[in-house]
């Protein structure tokens, strides 16, 4: 029996065909900046890149010990002071999960990985993703190029404190 209800750990190689049937899938693609099909090769060439970039953190969210999402987190300053998140909930998940995982990731980032800020970025069609950076306690910063992209997205910013005063009035 597990011991936890919500918790994200890294990603493994034998996670790879899950996490590619849920990127693959038309309600996760229609987010992305890239909406094209991912193949298995790409799929293994982007796993074995990512994960040996020490800027990275790939996660898998579990609850009641299932995976049910994907986080990933990428430094944006040297130091790892202040990062950027994505992330998705398995588009099979039929519970709302949404704000635990994005709660328990956060947790990681702030504490596992040390970050004292986190970035969100959101393409203006998304507007669930946007509600629910501002529920997570995220604050609308500016549209501006994303950081990995010519696409321009909505930016949110939460920072340690923030998230902690959030999550303590949340509980
Ligand atoms: C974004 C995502 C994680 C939210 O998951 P979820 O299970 O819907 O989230 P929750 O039910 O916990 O809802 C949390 C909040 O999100 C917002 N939200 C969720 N569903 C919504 C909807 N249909 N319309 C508007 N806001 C919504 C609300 O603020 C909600 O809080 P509330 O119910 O108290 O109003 C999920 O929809 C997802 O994975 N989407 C596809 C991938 C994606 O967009 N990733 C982010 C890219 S930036």
């Known amino acids: 029996m ?12 034998s996670d790879l065909s899950l996490i590619l049937s849920w990127r693959n899938h038309e309600e996760i693609r229609k987010h992305m900046y890239n909406k094209k099909i991912i193949s298995n090769e790409e799929h293994l060439n982007w796993f074995n890149k990512s994960n040996n970039d020490p800027k990275k953190t790939l996660l898998i969210y579990e609850y009641l010990g299932e995976a049910q999402g994907y986080i990933n987190f990428e430094d944006l300053i040297d ?4 990062g950027v998140w994505g992330f998705y909930l ?17 947790k990681y ?3 596992n990985i040390g970050y004292k800020k986190v970035w969100g970025e959101v393409i203006k069609e998304n507007i669930i993703s946007q509600r629910f950076h501002e529920k997570v306690g995220f604050t609308f910063k500016c549209f501006d190029k994303a950081f990995t992209s010519d696409i321009i997205v909505c930016k949110y910013q939460i920072n340690d404190k923030k998230f902690y005063e959030t999550l303590k009035n949340d509980n």
């Open 2 to 13: 597990t011991d936890y209800k919500h918790r994200v750990r890294p990603v493994k190689k």
């Open 79 to 82: 130091g790892g002071e202040e």
């Open 90 to 106: 398995s588009p099979f998940c039929k519970l709302k999960l949404g704000l635990a995982m994005g709660q328990t990731a956060l």
């Open 109 to 111: 980032g702030f504490s």
